[in-house]
């Protein structure tokens, strides 16, 4: 019997275990698409810097000689230079705007791992449709009375009598601790959400 409940106890474990494991990894995922989302926005601003030096150098070689010298043939040469370096400058800036905005984007908000880890230990690893179940099998084993597994044979008595142990004591005994070790962590759950 005190070999069932410890099956029992360890399938119990196994299962917030398997639950804290994949809070954990649902966490990394997630921190994880927030470091390809930001070198992603890193790039694309490098490519929009790079975009900016592009235009300005492809301003500078085909535009600038044209407008140079129509603005000196109607204005004189000094309008020509203020107006000529004034677009470059506007479309250089125009870019490098468009890149500091990007970079500035916010960054998206999801729960925190300690958030998750919670969530996966207070969680109940049966689903609502199967604790009736999972309660008369919990109870149909508890009833049972203590055999050894598999036929397999008890060891020979020594000449000095052992302590009698009667299973259904050790059953209640044990139901009772772990009702106690339950009802004391919810207490202790409580008391720490009510703390200032």
Do not use: H
Not at 43 to 67: C, D, Q, S, Y
């Amino acid at each position: 019997m005190l070999a069932l409940s410890s099956g029992l106890l360890r399938t119990g474990l196994a299962l917030k275990l398997n639950q804290v494991k994949r809070a954990t990894r649902s966490y990394l995922r997630d921190r994880t698409d927030q470091a390809t989302g930001t070198a992603t926005s890193y790039a694309v601003a490098a490519g929009m810097f790079a975009t900016a030096g592009i235009f300005l150098i492809a301003a500078i070689l085909v535009g600038a000689t044209a407008l140079f010298r129509w603005i000196e043939i109607n204005y004189g040469l000094f309008p020509a230079f203020g107006a000529t370096g004034g677009l470059l400058v506007a479309i250089a800036a125009i870019c490098a705007g468009v890149a500091a905005r990007r970079l500035k984007r916010p960054a998206p908000q999801f729960p925190s791992l300690a958030s998750r880890l919670r969530v996966a230990i207070n969680a109940n690893p049966i689903k609502p449709a199967r604790v009736e179940t999972a309660t008369d099998t919990a109870t149909a084993i508890l009833r049972e009375p203590a055999t050894p597994v598999g036929g397999a044979r008890l060891p020979p008595r020594t000449s000095r009598p052992g302590p009698v142990v009667d299973s259904r004591k050790m059953q209640a005994g044990l139901l009772l601790a772990a009702t106690l070790l339950g009802w004391a962590a919810v207490r202790r759950q409580q008391a720490r959400r009510t703390a200032p």
